[in-house]
């Protein structure tokens, strides 16, 4: 028989099920005196009365119900009746046992509900990974825990002057592209060019290089993002990048939002491109970026002198994509000396002794970035991975006790289950109405 007409068959057999089962005890009943006719027409049973004939037609048929359970079987639609029938008598079951029902949904509601809550954080904070192209192949330039201005820093560092990731940048061995932001986002003052006498508001911005969201991978949903051509300072026009929540929020999800200026710190910023709902930077914590604006306009976000030149402080992270053909140790040694050669390059005729030997002990460490960065994840990614094993304990203590319950409960039913096996239930049906039983309060 063809796929399709094995498929038409078991279809019917479901949707059709009580006129075939009427036809099937049918057919039986003829079969059964059609042989009791036969019985009756034999010369040697002469005098046999109608009873009798049934009788013998019935023991020489055999089990009239195992006959239908093979006809069942054939149609292929035995399953779905024997699992309708489990659960049926599993349901009547647990209303017999209200206290035994209570005790075990609770136990497995408690059980279920603290590992479903735990890893729902744990998927957010520790797991999820940033909604761009290939996250896996994303490197961060150490943990990126830093936030602020500063200099002369040593050791494993994640700050990083801004010239110096421009040095990096030409002459990039290990890495398909690197980008860099800033390690704060600082908060400004926004108007809007195109509403007459519009209310002056605060948004939360980000200040990265041309190339950012490339290298993350990163599409918009509206227009376009940022290129390198729009971080070249004073050369290049002012736009802007918003997040979808502002796009919301401070121009009422318009649709025709691109090319409109607004005033970020009494500079216009042209709106180029809206990010969607899910895109909140690389920094996953509470109070992501409003905007996303070229590094290059610095002096003009931060109201304060160029952090971009020589001799620039310690400010920004960097990121990178990394290539296949060079692995995250190869990338990290490459880095280290680079950053190194940087350091004594930057002291120049200064450089103490003292100094260079906090030169020779710094680097930098590679490190995932498909998660982004969060400080909420370093601060409680142990507490968590703690709190978890501990409510998976608590879910193995309740299934354990489960068990013991439906042992106790499974051995004052011996009495039941002999009689079925007698009555010539397969042991396979018996397993699978236990089983069935077992499922059940999980399910509720």
Not at 142 to 159: P, T
Not at 335 to 353: Q, S
Not at 367 to 379: C, M, Y
């Amino acid at each position: 028989m063809s796929v399709g007409r094995r498929f038409g068959s078991w279809l019917k057999s479901i949707v059709r099920r009580e006129r075939l089962e009427s036809d099937m005890d049918a057919e039986l009943r003829f079969h059964i005196e059609q042989r009791a006719d036969d019985w009756m027409r034999d010369a040697d049973s002469k005098g046999m009365t109608r009873e009798e004939a049934l009788r013998r037609a019935r023991l020489e048929f055999g089990a009239v119900d195992k006959v239908k359970e093979e006809c069942r079987e054939a149609r292929g639609a035995s399953w779905v009746e024997s699992l309708t029938q489990d659960l049926r008598f599993g349901v009547r079951t647990m209303r017999r046992s209200p206290g035994f029902t209570a005790v075990a949904v609770l136990s497995l509601g408690l059980g279920i509900g603290a590992n479903t809550a735990i890893f729902t954080l744990i998927n957010d904070i520790l797991l999820k990974s940033l909604p761009v192209r290939d996250p896996q192949r994303l490197v961060t330039f150490g943990k990126e825990s830093g936030a602020g201005i500063v200099d002369g820093i040593s050791g494993s560092i994640d700050l990083f002057p801004y010239d110096f990731f421009k040095s990096l940048q030409a002459q990039d061995e290990a890495f398909q592209d690197i980008t860099a932001y800033s390690s704060f986002q600082p908060s400004a003052t926004v108007r809007r060019n195109d509403v007459p006498n519009s209310g002056v508001t605060t948004a939360v911005t980000h200040l990265v290089a041309g190339n950012f969201f490339d290298v993350l991978g990163a599409e918009p949903l509206m227009g376009r993002t940022l290129e390198p051509s729009d971080d070249n300072g004073a050369a290049s026009r002012p736009v802007a990048v918003i997040s979808y929540g502002y796009w919301q929020r401070g121009f009422g999800g318009q649709p025709d939002v691109l090319g409109k200026t607004m005033l970020v710190n009494s500079t216009g910023f042209t709106v180029i491109g809206v990010m969607p709902p899910k895109f909140y930077g690389v920094e996953l914590d509470d109070n992501p970026p409003d905007m996303w604006l070229p590094i290059g306009f610095q002096e003009q976000v931060m109201l304060m002198p160029s952090l971009l030149g020589p001799q620039g402080l310690y400010w920004t992270h960097m990121m990178g994509r990394a290539k296949p053909s060079v692995t995250r140790a190869q990338s990290q040694q490459w880095v280290g000396l680079k950053l190194r050669e940087y350091m004594t390059d930057r002291e120049g005729a200064d450089l103490t002794p003292e100094r260079k030997q906090e030169i020779a002990k710094s680097y930098i460490e590679m490190l995932p970035g498909a998660a982004g960065i969060s400080n909420t994840r370093q601060d409680y990614e142990q507490p968590l991975e703690i709190l978890m094993g501990v409510v998976v304990l608590v879910l193995m203590i309740a299934c354990a006790n489960l068990a013991n319950f439906l042992l106790a409960k499974a051995a004052s039913r011996e009495q039941e289950i002999a009689t079925r096996l007698a009555l010539g239930a397969g042991r396979a049906r018996v397993v699978r109405q236990m089983l069935t039983e077992t499922l059940l309060p999980g399910v509720t």
